[in-house]
């Protein structure tokens, strides 16, 4: 009888993927709220690394007509002392049904494994990027040139000489030019035969010579050009600012701040671009271009000077980073002291040269936890951005002094809006 | 006799000639030796991620896409990873060819009882049990799926995902209510229909009597009774089939509403015969493979070490712990399946004087295959335990029988136990378990008030007094009311039709009405 063995081992796996991402959307409001649970408890590091998480099993039941109560009979093997007529105590309710084949309730919580793009899509999901006017820039496709065929005009550089070639050998086989092999073999033949051939002979070859004279080896219609598009393409790669101020009132709580911050904001560009840099940008009264652990950790003291650092960004951008290449985002983090004398050029540098080259501009205000950062007056550079924003800049800006406020915070910088509203303060 | 160029395989490993030497060898023990006569088989051999694939969509090769099968995947994913749960080494289906999964992970030895089990144990069964053939259509369940895969996508691209969803979700909360428990009436066709009146006919003539004429009669029904009745059997009322019911009558589904319903109804319908007979499709399976492994040994086909690991496996599956046991959970299929099919064998061959009056028909015959052909041909797990299973089995499994009445104080009581007195008790009481009548809820469609709110009036009766579950009957009603679009109520009344619990509800607009 026919038997068949078949091999499904190399079939496409994960056949029940669509099943699981029906599964997920549907949950989603449930796995989101999960997913922002599991992430406060996390560094901000293996925030993103997937893992378990566990949704409770009411929203996604699936109800049946289930009977319970009343009256049960049930028959069970291994009797080792009783007899007819015995009575037995039934188990106490907290102890669960004994023997009692229970109907399997399971755990009232469903526990399953989300993997890592699963849960950076959910954990970004209802983020988006900032709805400011130079949207637009964001999207900003540039030019890229496409192979598309062949052409019969062109630039001489563009000749295709393989197309070309074949081209000119087809047409001569199908046109049947003489090939010289073959005049020059009548040649020698005519060199060793008799009178009358050799008439003949040369007869022949002066006619193939004139048939292969009248068929170019290569004519210009065989020529190709190989042709080339220009089409769009999106720009998909971004750089990221990491402005910090670490002059000597700043602690390492505000800088650990500021670091969850850019994270999350790395995190959040890198699921959108292809390619992200990252600056780091740190300044006390002078302002240098660091990597990041002199950022996060370097010892540094001085005054504060905030336009130092935006001239330090304004600079880069202008040597490395055009505009029309990059999307910029920048971030700065600063306890918001800067020198009074400074406002007027740190407005200026802001307002003129940083944010309208910049997708977008967040500025977060750290203070020290359980401090009464938001009783006090307004620092001096929030006072100025205040400003600056009441006067149409697109600057966004939140305070911060807790650890758990900064996926809040960054959640609501970057909350999708409706399509004119603007980031509200 | 040993010579070990006779082997099927050496070791462990194996390659696809390997697989084709075991099935031919099994195959050559199973028609001879047992007489079986099985589907052509198909064996496909997959990873572990493929199985827990097949475990979410209820082991069917291709079936449509819904959430619930992405939620049950998840769930066992996770309980796999953590070496909560073991897999299958196979999962069979009943379809021709009968396709048997086998993991690639098996050893030599486990493909051989595998194949032993799945390719000719359950095909056996599927082939020849009466529930099978009566409600499944093996040659066409594949293509049938198939079908139902392209049709619920196609319904998404049409009229939306959401609203296929909502459709689905309350067909499957409706599943085990969409089964049809007997055989349909037959179509009778007309010619046939106009002989049987004129036979009536001839029957009333020859026996008439004016007689009867005088005889006084009861009062006469009312108009009302009358269109009641009329509407009921207009409606082909009661119905306990409430998806077919819904497919046939609901007034305002769409009609690719009606054929989801109908698809949902048409795979409960297929698994129904599967729920009826796991103990003895199970017992017929592990029967089967073990005769053809204890052959195959014998014949020195496999090595001593290879049966040897076989016997351990083959241990493991028909294990069955006692009720105080804390890995007791409940009967395994598989043990009292084994377990009886190795008794009717005993009695048949060998039989002693309880045997010969308890199974008159069958004690002593010696005809063991004959049988057992018969007996997975004509039984179902109900039956074929009320039917056979035997007081020495009973003595040995040492069982008895618990009555647990909540309004008894002084405890639960032992009402039977493996002795004289109790032996057809206990084998009526553990039946009863397998009965799918005391299984699912016995809820019928009773009538639909026409004339006033349309209103789908349902009845649960109530037995031993087990109610419905209140949060998870509201949510089902609430499916069921989206479907009917109109109100539902649901009774529930004990036998003396004493009303328990009323539910009544009111759909939710669905998105596929506007």
């Known amino acids: 009888m026919a038997i068949h063995i078949v091999d499904r081992r190399l079939n496409p796996g994960s056949k029940s993927l669509e099943n699981r991402q029906r599964f997920l959307r549907r949950a989603k409001a449930l796995v989101q709220g999960a997913v922002k649970k599991s992430s406060q408890d996390r560094d901000i590091k293996d925030v993103l690394e997937g893992g378990e998480i566990s949704i409770p099993l009411d929203g996604m039941d699936e109800p049946r007509?289930?009977?319970?109560?009343?009256?049960?009979?049930?028959?069970?093997?291994?009797?080792?002392?009783?007899?007819?007529?015995?009575?037995?105590?039934?188990?106490?309710?907290?102890?669960?049904?004994?023997?009692?084949?229970?109907?399997?309730?399971?755990?009232?919580?469903?526990?399953?494994?989300?993997?890592?793009?699963?849960?950076?899509?959910?954990?970004?999901?209802?983020?988006?990027?900032?709805?400011?006017?130079?949207?637009?820039?964001?999207?900003?496709?540039?030019?890229?040139?496409?192979?598309?065929?062949?052409?019969t005009s062109g630039s001489?550089?563009?000749?295709?000489?393989?197309?070309?070639?074949?081209?000119?050998?087809?047409?001569?086989?199908?046109?049947?030019?003489?090939?010289?092999?073959?005049?020059?073999?009548?040649?020698?033949?005519?060199?060793?035969?008799d009178e009358a051939r050799r008439a003949e002979l040369l007869a022949e070859i002066e006619t193939l010579k004139a048939k292969a004279r009248r068929i170019p080896f290569i004519d210009p219609i065989d020529i190709r050009y190989r042709r080339f598009e220009s089409v769009p393409k999106p720009v998909a790669q971004a750089v990221m600012f990491c402005l910090m101020d670490v002059s000597g009132s700043m602690s390492e709580h505000m800088k650990d701040l500021a670091k969850r911050f850019y994270m999350l904001l790395y995190v959040f560009l890198k699921r959108r671009y292809r390619h992200v840099e990252i600056v780091f940008i740190r300044h006390t009264d002078r302002a240098e271009e660091v990597d990041e652990d002199t950022f996060f950790h370097g010892p540094a003291s001085g005054g504060t000077l905030v336009s130092s650092a935006l001239q330090a960004m304004h600079d880069i951008v202008r040597s490395?980073?055009?505009?029309?290449?990059?999307?910029?985002?920048?971030?700065?983090?600063?306890?918001?002291?800067?020198?009074?004398?400074?406002?007027?050029?740190?407005?200026?540098?802001?307002t003129d040269m940083i944010l309208p080259v910049c997708q977008f501009f967040a500025y977060l205000e750290v203070g020290e936890a359980a401090n009464y950062t938001f009783d006090m007056p307004d620092s001096s550079l929030w006072t100025l951005y205040e400003r600056l924003r009441a006067e149409g800049a697109p600057l966004s800006m939140r305070k911060v002094s807790e650890r758990s406020e900064i996926f809040p915070v960054f959640h609501d910088l970057f909350q999708r809006r409706g399509k004119h509203e603007r980031a509200a303060p | 006799m040993t010579e070990t160029a006779d082997r099927l395989f050496q070791g462990a490993d194996w390659d696809f000639p390997t697989l084709q030497r075991i099935h031919d060898a099994c195959e050559k023990i199973a028609r001879s030796e047992l007489g079986l006569d099985v589907y052509p088989n198909q064996i496909e051999v997959i990873t572990a991620e493929q199985m827990l694939d097949a475990y979410s969509s209820v082991g069917m090769p291709l079936f449509y896409k819904h959430w619930s099968f992405g939620k049950h995947f998840a769930f066992q994913e996770a309980s796999y990873r953590k070496g909560l749960m073991g897999l299958a080494y196979e999962i069979v289906i009943n379809s021709s060819p009968c396709i048997s999964y086998l993991m690639e992970e098996n050893t030599a030895t486990m493909q051989t009882l595998v194949i032993a089990h799945a390719a000719f144990g359950h095909n056996h069964f599927f082939k020849n049990n009466y529930l099978f053939k009566q409600w499944t259509d093996a040659d066409g369940i594949l293509d049938y799926l198939e079908f139902a895969k392209g049709y619920v996508a196609q319904c998404e691209e049409r009229h939306g995902r959401q609203a296929v969803e909502q459709t689905m979700d309350a067909a499957h909360a409706l599943m085990s209510h969409g089964i049809d428990r007997y055989p349909g009436k037959k179509n009778l066709d007309l010619r046939a229909e106009e002989k049987r009146a004129g036979q009536r006919r001839l029957h009333e003539e020859s026996v008439f009597n004016d007689l009867w004429r005088t005889v006084p009669t009861g009062p006469a029904k009312t108009s009302a009774?009358?269109?009641?009745?009329?509407?009921?059997?207009?409606?082909?009322?009661?119905?306990?089939?409430?998806?077919?019911?819904?497919?046939?009558?609901?007034?305002?589904?769409?009609?690719?509403?009606?054929?989801?319903?109908?698809?949902?109804?048409?795979?409960?319908?297929?698994?129904?015969?599967?729920?009826?007979?796991?103990v003895m499709n199970e017992g017929t399976a592990t029967y089967v493979h073990y005769r053809i492994m204890t052959h195959l040994h014998e014949q020195g086909q496999i090595s001593d070490g290879n049966f040897l690991e076989f016997l351990q496996s083959h241990t493991n599956v028909v294990f069955q712990p006692d009720f105080d046991d804390p890995r007791f959970s409940?009967?395994?299929?598989?043990?009292?399946?084994?377990?009886?099919?190795?008794?009717?064998?005993?009695?048949?061959?060998?039989?002693?004087?309880?045997?010969?009056?308890?199974?008159?028909?069958?004690?002593?015959?010696?005809?063991?295959?004959?049988?057992?052909?018969?007996?997975?041909?004509?039984?179902?797990?109900?039956?074929?335990?009320?039917?056979?299973?035997?007081?020495?089995?009973?003595?040995?499994?040492?069982?008895?029988?618990?009555?647990?009445?909540?309004?008894?104080?002084?405890?639960?009581?032992?009402?039977?136990?493996?002795?004289?007195?109790?032996?057809?008790?206990?084998?009526?009481?553990?039946?009863?378990?397998?009965?799918?009548?005391?299984?699912?809820?016995?809820?019928?469609?009773?009538?639909?008030?026409?004339?006033?709110?349309r209103r789908?009036?349902?009845?649960?009766?109530?037995?031993?007094?087990?109610?419905?579950?209140?949060?998870?009957?509201?949510?089902?009603?609430?499916?069921?009311?989206?479907?009917?679009?109109?109100?539902?109520?649901?009774?529930?009344?004990?036998?003396?039709?004493?009303?328990?619990?009323?539910?009544?509800?009111?759909?939710?607009?669905?998105?596929?009405?506007?």
């Open chain 2, 225 to 278: 009774v009358l269109s009641v009745e009329r509407r009921r059997t207009l409606l082909g009322l009661p119905q306990e089939n409430i998806l077919y019911f819904l497919e046939k009558s609901a007034p305002r589904l769409q009609p690719w509403q009606r054929e989801l319903l109908r698809i949902v109804r048409h795979i409960a319908q297929y698994f129904y015969p599967q729920s009826q007979t796991k």
């Open chain 1, 156 to 193: 001489p550089a563009n000749i295709s000489i393989s197309r070309t070639v074949s081209r000119a050998m087809a047409r001569r086989v199908a046109l049947r030019r003489p090939r010289p092999e073959a005049i020059a073999e009548l040649e020698a033949e005519a060199e060793t035969c």
């Open chain 1, 65 to 151: 007509f289930r009977r319970e109560g009343g009256t049960r009979d049930m028959v069970l093997p291994g009797n080792k002392k009783f007899i007819e007529g015995d009575m037995l105590p039934r188990p106490s309710q907290g102890g669960g049904k004994g023997s009692g084949p229970g109907e399997g309730d399971s755990e009232d919580a469903f526990r399953f494994v989300l993997s890592r793009d699963e849960f950076v899509d959910l954990f970004l999901d209802d983020l988006e990027l900032p709805d400011l006017a130079k949207r637009k820039l964001a999207e900003a496709e540039s030019e890229g040139i496409q192979r598309a065929g062949y052409a």
């Open chain 2, 456 to 514: 789908l009036m349902l009845r649960h009766t109530v037995v031993k007094g087990a109610q419905l579950n209140e949060v998870d009957t509201r949510r089902v009603l609430q499916h069921l009311a989206d479907l009917w679009s109109y109100d539902v109520s649901l009774v529930e009344t004990d036998t003396a039709d004493k009303v328990l619990k009323e539910y009544v509800l009111s759909p939710r607009t669905m998105a596929a009405a506007a």
């Open chain 1, 320 to 350: 490395r980073f055009r505009p029309a290449d990059w999307n910029i985002y920048a971030a700065q983090a600063s306890d918001g002291d800067n020198m009074t004398s400074d406002s007027p050029v740190t407005g200026h540098l802001l």
């Open chain 2, 330 to 453: 409940g009967f395994n299929p598989y043990a009292l399946g084994f377990a009886m099919m190795q008794d009717i064998e005993r009695i048949v061959t060998s039989p002693d004087d309880e045997d010969r009056e308890w199974f008159p028909e069958i004690a002593g015959t010696g005809d063991t295959m004959g049988v057992l052909r018969s007996v997975w041909a004509n039984y179902r797990d109900e039956s074929f335990i009320t039917q056979f299973l035997s007081p020495r089995l009973m003595r040995r499994l040492r069982l008895f029988h618990l009555h647990d009445d909540p309004a008894e104080t002084a405890g639960i009581r032992v009402d039977a136990i493996h002795d004289e007195r109790g032996y057809r008790r206990v084998r009526r009481e553990l039946a009863r378990q397998y009965d799918v009548g005391y299984i699912d809820a016995n809820i019928e469609v009773v009538d639909v008030d026409l004339a006033g709110d």
